[in-house]
């Protein structure tokens, strides 16, 4: 049990009777009100402002049975603490100062990491590695307001932005900057979210079979009889450390049975919010791909979809990849194997992944959403310079620039937003 706040040592000396020395872990017994002893465990104290929240923090690591836990937390309410809310001991480091809120995040995202990849990533950014790059970018962007912003205060010095050919340059390597940055929090995202992959096609093509190569055990029956699968299933994989969400469907046809039809609903419906369709054939029974042809009206124009012909054993053709053709087409056997390593090649490229590097990092959609903000204020800056010379202009862009990538260490926060990020935490943290 965790307890932070200026009430910490009072609540020590109500449970341990005396207030233990700082960072040092001593056995003591946990006791109750009346003095009667509720368990008995390792006591650690930390003091303000040398712990995790900045705060006086006290740890009692007892043995974790529920009833024993819950009598000690009671304990701990009638000395004047309360329950945490989600999230809340990371949200006070932040607002302490302990950590930035890309380094608050990186937290969650240790936890909840679904690969050694993404937990490695995650920890360079909570030991501050992508914090340190934000503020290199601020700190350029900041170089560049202070040149067009000494112009305008002080025309005296004779600094004509109109005419500064430098200033463009560095206008240009900012830019250039920011899309570096954009590839590694790309790569991070893609670490940490992944790709939501849509296996669909006609009933009996090899779909089930497919998902269960891809995932590495039986997670979805498989038989000769068609409709075996109904409705979505669903399975989580790792591709080199990408982690790939997979959702198998029933197969598409027009049927009378209610239960299938709802199932075929099910899986147009996922088609749709898909982020990528492998779209199935039999190649033994459908060479042409006729089954896709009927069914690509039915599918969103933007959706990225790969054919993939399956059952080459049967057909006696060679696993290749045509990535050529609209849409790209894959030959495989999902009973074999045998292309399987095309395909994890195809998806990781699709999604514009890479294999992990040293200085990847954690990274999510609201970091990248910023960092473009801020490129684009830059960018807009950069052409009302050259179209318009107008030195104003650039400087408010330049600064809303600033403000935008603020955001990401939280620099400028909204409580709105720090109520939406710290309620996804486990409690506890």
Do not use: W
């Not at 009346?34 to 650690?44: E, F, I, K, M, R």
């Not at 740890?59 to 304990?75: K, N």
């Not at 500064?164 to 250039?176: A, M, Q």
């Not at 600064?399 to 506890?428: H, Q």
């Amino acid at each position: 049990m965790r307890i932070s706040g200026a009430a910490v040592p009072e609540i020590a000396r109500g449970i341990l009777r005396e207030l233990p020395e700082p960072r040092v872990a001593s056995l003591v017994p946990f006791q109750a009100a009346d003095g009667s002893v509720l368990d008995t465990g390792l006591a650690l104290y930390f003091p303000t402002p040398q712990s995790y929240t900045g705060e006086h923090v006290l740890e009692l690591h007892g043995h974790g049975g529920p009833v024993v836990m819950d009598l000690l937390v009671r304990r701990a309410v009638e000395l004047g603490a309360r329950l945490a809310r989600p999230g809340e001991f990371t949200q006070r480091a932040f607002l302490n100062d302990k950590l930035d809120l890309a380094q608050a995040e990186a937290v969650a995202d240790l936890i909840d990491s679904g690969s050694q990849a993404a937990a490695r990533a995650a920890l360079r950014s909570l030991q501050g590695e992508f914090s340190a790059i934000v503020q290199g970018l601020t700190e350029a962007v900041l170089d560049l307001r202070v040149r067009v912003e000494a112009a305008i205060d002080f025309p005296e010095e004779e600094l004509d932005i109109r005419a500064d050919t430098e200033l463009g340059e560095r206008l240009e390597s900012v830019l250039r900057y920011f899309d570096s940055v954009a590839q590694l929090t790309r790569q991070g995202r893609l670490l940490r979210d992944g790709m939501t992959v849509v296996i669909a096609g006609a009933p009996n093509a090899g779909k089930s079979s497919l998902m269960n190569r891809l995932a590495g055990y039986d997670a979805a029956i498989v038989t000769d009889v068609p409709g075996t699968t109904r409705d979505v299933l669903r399975e989580r994989v790792d591709i080199d450390g990408m982690p790939l969400h997979l959702i198998d469907t029933a197969g598409l046809r027009e049927v009378g049975d209610v239960v299938e039809a709802e199932g075929v609903r099910r899986a147009r419906a996922e088609m749709s919010r898909a982020e990528h369709v492998l779209f199935v054939v039999d190649s033994a029974t459908d060479p042409g791909a006729s089954s896709f042809a009927r069914e690509r009206g039915r599918l969103p124009t933007d959706l990225p979809v790969t054919i993939v012909m399956n059952k080459t054993d049967l057909v006696k053709h060679v696993p290749q990849m045509a990535v050529s053709s609209s849409p790209p087409v894959l030959r495989l056997s999902a009973t074999t194997g045998a292309g399987l390593d095309l395909l994890r090649e195809h998806l990781k490229h699709c999604i514009g992944f890479t294999p992990v590097e040293a200085g990847s990092i954690s990274a999510r959609r609201r970091h990248i959403e910023a960092l473009a903000r801020a490129r684009r204020h830059v960018e807009t800056g950069a052409e009302q310079l050259r179209t318009r010379r107008a030195g104003e202009l650039l400087a408010e862009e330049l600064r809303a620039a600033s403000t935008a990538l603020g955001e990401i260490t939280g620099e400028f926060s909204s409580e709105d937003l720090l109520g939406r990020i710290f309620s996804t935490f486990c409690i506890g943290k």
